[in-house]
Each structure stands twice: as structure tokens, then as C-alpha cells.
């Protein structure tokens, strides 16, 4: 799970947005300071973007980039620090800005928050070096004796809360090393570089250290490990409270686990502190000393002002990483004995961790923390529990702080319901990994439970205790039926009622009196500028699967989008799926072309040098607009630019540049991959009939298979290192959809059998998530189109996906609708959403078949395209 997500959840129940929206009727209101809602003085203006309020005397120009203060502040301190600071600066002239509320302080600083930027509460800009000097002590001196998190990026001055970095004072960007847009700052000679924000205090090679931070840099120096009897071996996770290590005793050998807390950061919903937090773990593991369901303490230390827990080390994995290992359902057909042994597995581990929760209960312990995550499957199959920091005592009064949204207990529960409550969810993900569901709609339970026994030889009773104690017992129906005619509105297999249902839901949920977004998506919408316009998140994207599937053209969405194209946010990328180049290909394709036109001339206007050579936002997407635009126009400037796009992309292919750094893993597949760069060249190839890049298509396609491994059942996947991906955007399944173009024009025989193979990826019973790019929706999308002969991408098999797509499937205002990344909350998106659903099943039910830009249904003979029969599978 990517804890990211979950600060996105708190705005709108059904949709992820900003956290800064999160207002009215939520825990948000009535949390914003005094300073946020005085008039702005004369002489001074005011701006709010994001987390952020800004305050600048009018007539003062600030210097692109310089030394910035930042200061911290705890929650019970905030205001107070805030109304002094406030007050230096108006009286010195010194721009500033504040987080202003109490809510969106505590999201900055939650356990979960980005290390990098967590603590900043307060940033004073100085006007220059010296009186950068002045205030940093001025302001040290004002908040001395108040405290606040360590700002991890900056260099901390003295004990306080003041900090110090060196940064941009403007946004500008420029893309990186691997092509991503990143913060910017420029170097002495004028050219942007990235910004260094990362959870570490640097300064660019070119800036001198001021001599009076020198003493602050040389104390901070002095804070190591080194003094401790332990050593550490290696980091197992970070979180923004501190790090997780396994370490060895020096003076026993013994194989430990150090657990790290930092005071006043990695706040849980009660404001308790990573330091409280870890001092709840260690009062409930010594009241439960002795359990074999439990690690051991072994010492507590405190090193600088972190504290660290030493726990016995117990060896084996998370429950989590056994799905990938042994859950049937990652297969195309498991046979009956595989399914039964899975299931006996499962019931005993459900049995066990049951067992165990009593244990803790007996010793006055709540865990209040159950899920797959903090499970542990010991070598000898005995089960274990781990993280024990949101654990209070059975009869302490209390809510749960601290909770995977999948097991999350109603608002409700109190004490030992909150892990029966846990204990039910389990009984269902066992099986079915899907309860963050439960977050949108907790009646899905009923659903998720037709659907394992549809699939598993479970005891009935077994799932029903789960949905009685999720939902209740209304919920659960009297007897099993189709998993569809429960809970979801129309079946997507169901077409056109599916495609009719998608629909409506999508334009159900625009907001057009928006300017950020037109349709709620992934989260993404806000990480860059513009994103709720583009192609894969944004609005860009929606109108063109709506048309594409027959849906009909939402012109009101469509002048939405011109309205704020007519000048593209500043800062927006260039590429395909997140920037300029996207929207100058949909707005082209819905017969927009003068607009078109004059967003594809900003891309002529900017160089592309240093770009990535990729699909989603680099040069391979680039490339394929302007060619689109130029056939489409007959304008030589396009057509050049589109050649200048596929030099680019291949330089990595004909230098070795791909490679990166040493230990530096490229990454592989249709968005982000090599794979990318082959689609620019095959339809240039076919624009041009030059065979040179017919070549390049090639070895890009042979880069991209290099980095695949066969995984179940012979299937290829991209090998990321730490998992296998199969999936259309970045795993092996985007590969075969390139595969499938090539070889429509060069006989390759290693070619042939990868896709084959590559067919296999796209044929398991059961993906995590539905999203057009990380989803079933992209399964379905391969297998109507594939033209890879064999077994296994005929009509029945798509017809196995679109029940599976089913499995996810929930409701919004009664219409079909998916939940995007992490499945938190609904996406209408076409990435990780109802447009890409809807794009996927029109590809393969739609009268006239859809398709993604550049990859169109195949033109081979004998493949032309032939809707899906209506049957479901049973």
C-alpha cells in the first residue's frame, strides 16, 4: 500500500483530492489559525496556493533562489510560534508563508508524510545573504525554548525549531536525470538543475556554507550510531517517524530489530508522536512477554533526541508477500486440488492469527493494528505479530489512531471489537485482497464474500460471520447467487447498459466550476502542474474514452478544456500522458485543430533535450502527437519535430546511456520503458518505410524483454527488482502490445515465443487492482486485441476478465464505477479509473472497436475485430 494515498481520503468520501480542500464537516473544520483569517496589512499582499498561505510586501522582488528559513512547530505550540514569527516579519518587511491550519500541519507531519518536507511549517524568505544572518538569529533568539520536528532537508540551528537550506524561492522546473519534472534552481552559468529536496541537508556544489552555519553543521555531525552496542545491517522500512533496521547485538551476535522514533514527527490520528508511539509498543510487548505470537524487547536507547526499541529479530515474511507466492488465482485455471490446498492453508493461518489476537486480549492488550502487513509467517509456518504501536490496554478509552484502510474498523468500535473487526477482514482477504473496498462502501462485503465462495471450497459460515460483523447481517443476502446481481449496477459485460452506466457515473462527477479538475482521478491530478487537464489523469483523457467508446462527446466537458488550454498552466509538462503534447493530440482528435495547433507550437518553442525518451512524459509521446499532427496538417515544422523526437529517443538505444548509473535498474514497459520509444519508431516507419527504424523498434523491444523473467505458469514479467509486473502500462503486457505491431512487419522468432508468453501474463484469475495501466481493465484491453495465435486470447478468455473486472467493480449514484490506485476512493480517470474500464470494454464489446492513441486495433488480415459474445461466464 502506498501510504501517500490515505491524506487524499479525508476531502471527499468517494473521490481523492487535495488535502487543503478538506474542510467543511470533516475533522479539518474549525482548524485554522488566527493568522490565517486576519486582513492582509496595508502595504502587503496576500496569496493561498496548496498548503500554503503567502504574505509579501508589495514592491519587494525576491531573488530566484537563496537561503530560506524554515521553522517547525508541534501542534500544542503552532499558534504561538506562528503569531510571533508572523509579527517579526511583518515588522522587518520579510516575505513569508504559513500551513494554515492545524489539520494540514498534522498531515505534514503524520507518520506517513513525506520525509522530506514534513516539519516546514513557517518559511521566511530573506532578501539576501547577509540579512539571511540577521534574521535566522533574530528568529532563534525570538522562538527560543520552543521546539518542533528536525526538518530533515534543512540544517537545524542549535535545539529550536529554526531551520536552514538553500533552494528555490520561485517554482521553475527542469527534468532530471531520468527525465522526470523536478523543483529547479539554476546554476551559476544560467542552466536549471534540480533542486535537491530529499530527506538529507545539501547544498549544490557551486554555494559556500555561511561560516556562521558551520558550529550547527559540525554539531549535527556529531549525532551517530556508532556508540551503540549494535550495528546496523540493514534498513527494512522508512516511515516519517523514524526507520525500522535489522541490526546485530556486538556483544552476542544476536540478529535484532531497531525501531527509531522521532520526537514531534510521524504524528497518528490522536497527535500522538513517533516517540509515543514507540513507547505504547513497548509497554504493550513487556505486558506481553512470553507469548510465542510476539517479539521479545530486549532494550530501549536513546541516541541525540531519537529513541530507539531493540526487538527480537523473528524470521520469515509478511502474510502480504504470500500471495504473489502461492495464491491460486495469480494463475489462468487452477485446478481443484490447487484450490483446496490454498484454501486449507488459509483457514489454518486465519485459525492461527486468531489464536493469537485472544492471547493479547487475555493480556489486557488491544492490538488495534491487524493487518496482512503486520502478520509474520515464520519458516516453520507459525504465525506471529508485529508493530504493536497503536496498542492500548482493553479497558483504556480510545479510538484507533493508527490502521491499514483495508482493516479499518467503523468509527464506532471500541477496545477488542476493533480486532474482531480486523479479524473478519482478514477472513475475506485471504482470499480475496480487496477490503480497502470496505473504505467507499462496507456493504461490498457481501459481495467480496459471493465472490470467494464462488471461487474457493470455503465454508459458507466462515465467510458469513465475516459480512455480519462488517455490515452487518442485513447485508448479507440468504443464499448465493451471481456476484454481480448484488452489488454492482450493471455487469461491464453487460454492454451498452455497462458502457450507458460508466457514462453517467463519469459525467455525474464532473465539477465544472473547478479549475484544477474537471473529472476526480488519481491523486496524481495535483503532484504537477496541470494534471487535471492531461491525457492520463485528467480531463484529456475522460473525454476521449467517452468518445472512443460510444459513448457520446460531453461538449461541455470539451469547452471546460478549452477554456483552460487557451493558456496551459505554467510549469506543465511537455509530455503525452501528463502535459502539453496530450492535450494537443485529444483536442486534435475531437476536431478542436486551431487549439490543437497552438499547443503544439509551445512544443516547438521549448527544447526537448532533456527529456526522457519515454511514452508517458518524455520524447517517444512527444514524438507520436506531433507526427499525428503533422500527417494530419501536412505541416513540415511538425513533421521535423517528430523526427527530432525519434533521434532523441533512440540516443539511449545507440549509446548504452539506458543503463544509467551503476546499480541504477532502467525501467521497462510501455509508459516508462524502451517499449515507448518502439511504438514512435514503428509508426514512423510506417509513415516513412525507412527500415533503419524498423531496427531501432527492434532493440528497443529487446531492451524492454531483457529486463522480463517467466514467472507463474511460464508467464513474462517485468522484474523490478522487488516484484514481477505484468500489467499494461508498466509491466509485460504494454511489451506484447508493441510485440504484437512489430512482428506485423519483421518476421522474429524470439519475438513470437515472448508474446506468447507475455499472452499467459494477461490470463491470471486475479489482479489487484482494475485500472486501465496497472489493472484488469489493461487484460482486457490485450487480449481483444492481440493478434498472438494460440490458446488462451479467444472470446472466452476476455470473457473471464471482464467477470474478474466484476470482482472490483462499485457504485456511484447508481451507476457502474471503479476505484482508482489503491482503492481507497473512486478515479474516473483514464489511467487508474472508469474511463480506462470503460475504454478497455468497448475495445472488445463496442460496435466499433476503441483503442489507445497509437496503438490502434490491429490491420493484419484475418484480424479484424469481432465484439465479444454477451455471455458470461459462469
Not at 501542534?75 to 516575505?95: I, M, Q, S, T
Not at 549544490?204 to 545491517?233: C, K, M, Q
Not at 490470463?763 to 482486457?780: D, E, I, K, N, T
Request: glycine share 10%.
Amino acid at each position: 500500500m502506498n501510504k501517500g494515498y490515505a491524506v487524499y481520503c479525508d476531502a471527499d468520501p468517494s473521490f481523492y483530492d487535495a488535502p487543503h480542500r478538506t474542510t467543511h464537516g470533516t475533522a479539518a473544520a474549525g482548524t485554522r489559525y488566527a493568522a490565517a483569517t486576519l486582513p492582509v496589512p496595508e502595504g502587503w499582499r496576500s496569496g493561498e496556493s496548496g498548503d500554503w498561505l503567502a504574505l509579501r510586501p508589495v514592491g519587494v522582488e525576491l531573488p530566484a533562489q537563496g537561503w530560506k528559513i524554515h521553522v517547525s512547530a508541534r501542534l500544542d505550540n503552532a499558534e504561538a510560534v506562528l503569531e510571533r514569527v508572523r509579527r517579526y516579519c511583518l515588522e522587518h518587511g520579510v516575505a513569508f508563508k504559513f500551513v494554515p491550519s492545524r489539520y494540514l500541519l498534522h498531515q505534514r507531519n503524520a507518520k506517513y508524510a513525506d520525509r522530506a518536507g514534513s516539519g516546514k511549517f513557517i518559511t521566511v524568505y530573506p532578501p539576501d545573504e547577509e540579512r539571511f544572518e540577521r534574521i535566522a538569529g533574530e528568529l532563534s533568539a525570538l522562538l527560543d525554548g520552543e521546539s518542533g520536528p528536525h526538518i530533515l532537508s534543512d540544517l537545524r540551528l542549535g535545539a529550536g525549531p529554526v531551520h536552514v537550506r538553500y533552494g528555490s524561492f520561485t517554482r521553475r522546473n527542469c527534468y532530471d536525470e531520468e527525465g522526470e519534472l523536478r523543483p529547479a534552481i539554476a546554476r551559476p552559468d544560467g542552466v536549471l538543475v534540480p533542486d535537491p529536496r530529499g530527506p538529507v541537508f545539501r547544498t549544490p556544489n557551486w554555494v559556500g556554507l555561511p561560516e556562521f552555519l558551520r558550529p550547527h553543521l559540525e554539531t549535527r555531525s556529531t549525532t551517530t550510531l556508532a556508540d551503540i552496542p549494535y550495528t546496523v545491517e540493514a534498513a527494512l522500512h522508512f516511515s516519517n517517524g523514524g526507520g525500522v533496521y535489522r541490526a546485530r547485538d556486538t556483544r552476542t551476535g544476536e540478529t535484532v530489530v531497531l525501531k527509531e522514533a522521532r520526537p514531534h514527527a510521524g504524528l497518528a490520528a490522536d497527535g500522538a508522536d513517533a516517540v509515543a508511539r514507540l513507547g505504547r509498543e513497548r509497554r504493550a510487548l513487556e505486558r506481553l512477554s512470553g507469548l510465542d505470537c510476539t517479539p521479545e524487547v530486549r532494550d530501549a536507547l536513546t541516541v541525540g533526541e531519537h529513541h530507539f526499541l531493540v526487538l527480537e529479530y523473528l524470521d520469515g515474511k509478511p502474510l502480504n508477500t504470500f500471495f504473489a507466492r502461492r495464491h491460486p488465482l495469480i494463475e489462468a485455471d487452477p485446478d481443484e486440488r490447487r484450490l483446496a490446498e490454498y484454501t486449507a492453508w488459509a483457514l489454518d493461518v486465519h485459525a492461527q492469527v486468531e489464536r493469537a489476537v485472544a492471547q493479547v486480549h487475555e493480556r489486557g492488550v488491544v492490538f488495534n493494528d491487524l493487518h496482512l502487513f503486520n502478520i509474520m509467517i515464520r519458516e516453520d509456518g507459525r504465525v506471529a505479530l508485529l508493530d504493536f504501536e497503536a496498542a492500548h490496554g482493553v479497558d483504556e478509552p480510545g479510538r484507533q489512531t493508527v490502521a491499514h484502510p483495508g482493516f479499518v474498523a467503523p468509527p464506532g468500535r471500541r477496545g477488542t471489537a476493533v480486532d474482531r473487526y480486523a479479524l473478519a477482514c482478514l477472513r475475506l482477504a485471504l482470499f480475496l485482497p480487496l477490503t480497502s473496498l470496505l473504505a467507499l462502501d462496507r456493504r461490498k462485503a457481501a459481495h467480496l464474500a459471493a465472490v470467494v465462495a464462488e471461487q474457493f471450497p470455503v465454508p459458507r459460515s466462515f465467510l458469513d460471520a465475516a459480512v455480519d460483523e462488517i455490515a452487518g447481517a442485513a447485508a448479507r443476502p440468504p443464499a448465493p447467487r451471481r456476484s454481480g446481481d448484488r452489488f454492482v449496477p450493471v455487469e461491464p459485460g453487460d454492454w451498452p447498459r455497462s458502457r450507458d452506466s460508466m457514462a453517467g457515473a463519469i459525467r455525474a462527477s464532473a465539477t465544472p466550476s473547478r479549475d484544477d479538475r474537471l473529472f476526480p482521478g488519481d491523486i496524481a491530478q495535483f503532484a504537477t502542474a496541470g494534471g487535471g487537464l492531461a491525457f492520463g489523469h485528467g480531463a484529456a483523457g475522460v473525454l476521449y474514452a467517452l468518445a472512443e467508446s460510444g459513448a457520446g462527446r460531453d461538449e461541455d466537458g470539451e469547452r471546460w478544456l478549452l477554456d483552460h488550454v487557451k493558456e496551459p498552466p505554467s510549469g506543465m509538462p511537455l509530455g503525452f500522458h501528463d502535459g502539453v503534447a496530450g492535450l494537443a493530440w485529444t483536442l486534435d482528435h475531437l476536431g478542436h485543430r486551431d487549439q490543437a495547433l497552438d499547443l503544439a507550437r509551445l512544443l516547438l518553442e521549448h527544447p526537448l533535450e532533456g527529456l526522457a525518451a519515454d511514452l508517458h512524459g518524455g520524447t517517444a509521446g512527444v514524438g507520436l502527437a506531433l507526427d499525428a499532427l503533422a500527417a494530419a496538417t501536412g505541416d513540415p515544422a511538425l513533421r521535423d519535430a517528430a523526427l527530432r523526437c525519434a533521434e532523441l529517443s533512440a540516443r539511449p538505444l545507440t549509446t548504452g546511456a539506458a543503463g544509467g548509473a551503476p546499480g541504477h535498474r532502467p525501467r521497462a514497459g510501455l509508459l516508462h520503458g524502451a517499449t515507448g520509444s518502439a511504438l514512435l519508431f514503428l509508426r514512423l516507419y510506417e509513415r516513412t518505410g525507412d527500415t533503419g527504424l524498423l531496427d531501432l523498434a527492434g532493440t528497443a523491444l529487446r531492451q524492454d524483454l531483457a529486463r522480463c523473467v517467466r514467472g507463474a505458469g511460464g508467464a513474462l514479467q517485468v522484474d523490478e527488482g522487488w516484484r514481477t509486473m505484468p500489467y499494461l502500462g508498466a509491466g509485460s503486457v504494454g511489451i506484447g502490445m508493441v510485440l504484437d505491431d512489430y512482428l506485423a512487419h519483421r518476421a522474429d522468432e524470439a519475438f513470437e515465443g515472448a508474446r506468447r508468453e507475455i499472452v499467459r501474463a494477461a490470463q491470471a484469475m486475479f489482479y489487484a487492482q482494475p485500472g486501465l495501466y496497472r489493472g484488469v481493465a489493461g487484460m482486457v484491453l490485450h487480449l481483444g486485441r492481440t493478434t498472438t495465435p494460440g490458446d488462451g486470447t479467444g472470446p472466452a478468455a476476455v470473457r473471464r476478465q471482464l467477470s474478474a473486472l466484476t470482482w472490483h467493480a462499485m457504485a456511484y449514484e447508481g451507476r457502474l464505477a471503479f476505484p482508482g490506485e489503491q482503492m481507497m476512493r473512486l478515479s474516473m480517470d483514464l489511467s487508474t479509473g472508469t474511463a480506462g474500464c470503460l475504454l478497455a470494454v468497448a475495445s472488445v464489446r463496442g460496435d466499433r472497436p476503441a483503442g489507445l492513441p497509437f496503438l490502434p486495433p490491429p490491420r493484419r488480415p484475418g484480424a479484424a475485430h469481432e465484439p465479444v459474445s454477451p455471455e458470461t461466464v459462469k
